[in-house]
């Protein structure tokens, strides 16, 4: 078996988890989801497999949670525009909240977010050492 981190097989089953993990963790929190939640979370889960493959083990654990921070955050923003202001299904509305662009996106949230892209990052490289075969994970902080 190849361990080729573009196995497509591999890239499905982290698509799947990924989206799966963010779908509970909305349904956990707010009692409701919707299946563009499952898809931009395993858009999220494997950008953050990719950041995390990409880098050595030399590179600052923090800077990897960042940038896969960045990316989850303009990935929450598009799908907002996509879903909430173009196509009006009104999954959700953050203009109530403080710091918010355009109600998709807000301060609050944003800043919850950071840990789950360091958990997704660790999470992703654990399972795929435990069931890929790749190499153990080493994180370097600073």
């Given amino acids: 078996m190849e361990k080729n981190f573009l196995m497509p097989y591999k890239q499905l089953f982290l698509f799947a988890f990924g989206g799966s993990l963010y779908y509970m963790i909305e349904i956990l929190y707010r009692g409701y989801s919707h299946w563009t939640m499952f898809m931009a979370g395993g858009i999220i889960f494997l950008f953050a497999g990719y950041q995390s493959h990409t880098h050595s083990s030399d590179y600052p654990f923090w800077k990897e949670t960042l ?47 950071l840990p789950l892209c360091a958990a997704a990052i660790i999470l992703d490289n654990y399972i795929c050492y435990w069931l890929f075969q790749d190499k153990k994970p080493k994180y370097k902080i600073f």
């Fill in 67 to 113: 940038h896969v921070w960045l990316f989850a955050l303009c990935v929450e923003f598009s799908t907002g525009c996509l879903v909430n202001l173009r196509l009006g299904w009104n999954v959700w509305d953050y203009s109530n909240l403080p710091f918010n662009l355009f109600g998709q996106v807000c301060l609050p949230f944003a800043l919850m977010f």
